[in-house]
């Protein structure tokens, strides 16, 4: 089955700085890969999503870039805030019909005021 | 519009008992899901549902089994509940048109096996 590893563990960076979390995956099937924020005591939420048929994708302060011969995939996010403190999971999933996700063990980013 | 709905949000059972972790979705979507989360572990799949009628084995299935009960609703149960299910769990659903939808999380089942 797909492996997904997910670094670094913990993040702590200045209020407006950047942050980068890296995904490495090993199912080269794999086609679909979001991002979740998990808030202290609550759901994952789906912050950005990239399919495999595009190398960049960016939302405001969020981007995921996607490097499908080196099978890694990383979250860039600019000018941080207090409030982009969270856990952060990567997933991949295989283009099937349930769309099962594989996760890494997430990311602990804590933004500094 | 509530979208995926867990109940309960919080339990506590002994060893050896059984229970069942309801959800409910709302948003007409095909595809349903069990995952749970253990600290340093992210999300695991458990069960998921591609359809209505239909149900198969995640990463982590032993201990547990699934009932899709119609479109809107997938159950988990613990036969004989174990500390090691000690867990967060959370159901998901997906749906819509084309491949890879989205999945949209419940507010999670925190569930201490004493």
């Known amino acids: 089955g797909e492996n997904v590893e997910q670094h670094p563990s913990t993040l702590s960076v200045q209020e407006g700085d950047s942050a980068v979390i890296k995904c490495t995956y090993s199912?080269?099937?794999?086609?679909?890969f979001p991002w979740y924020k998990q808030e202290l005591g609550k759901r994952p939420q789906l912050i950005i999503d990239?399919?495999?048929?595009?190398g960049e994708k960016k939302d405001q302060r969020i981007a995921v870039t996607l490097n499908k011969t080196a099978k890694h995939f990383s979250l860039h996010i600019t000018e941080t805030q207090p409030e982009d403190s969270a856990v952060y999971f990567c997933a991949a999933s295989r283009q099937t019909g349930a769309n099962n996700l594989f996760f890494g063990t997430g990311t602990r980013l804590t933004v500094i005021p | 519009n509530a979208g995926v709905t867990q109940t309960p949000k919080f339990q506590v059972l002994k060893t050896g008992q059984s229970m069942t972790l309801q959800c409910a979705q709302d948003m007409n979507h095909n595809s349903m899901y069990w995952y749970r989360q253990d600290p340093g572990m992210g999300l695991r799949l458990i069960y998921y549902?591609?359809?209505?009628?239909?149900?198969d084995k995640g990463e982590v299935p032993n201990g547990y089994n699934v009932s899709r009960l119609n479109k809107r609703e997938f159950s988990l149960r613990l036969e004989s509940a174990a500390p090691s299910q000690t867990s967060v769990y959370f159901c998901?659903?997906?749906?819509?048109?084309?491949?890879?939808?989205?999945?949209?999380f419940g507010d999670g089942t925190r569930l201490s096996i004493l």
């Open positions: 199912d080269s099937a794999s086609n679909y």
């Open positions: 549902s591609a359809s209505e009628g239909t149900t």
């Open positions: 998901a659903s997906s749906g819509g048109t084309g491949l890879n939808q989205p999945q949209h």
């Open positions: 990239i399919r495999s048929n595009v």
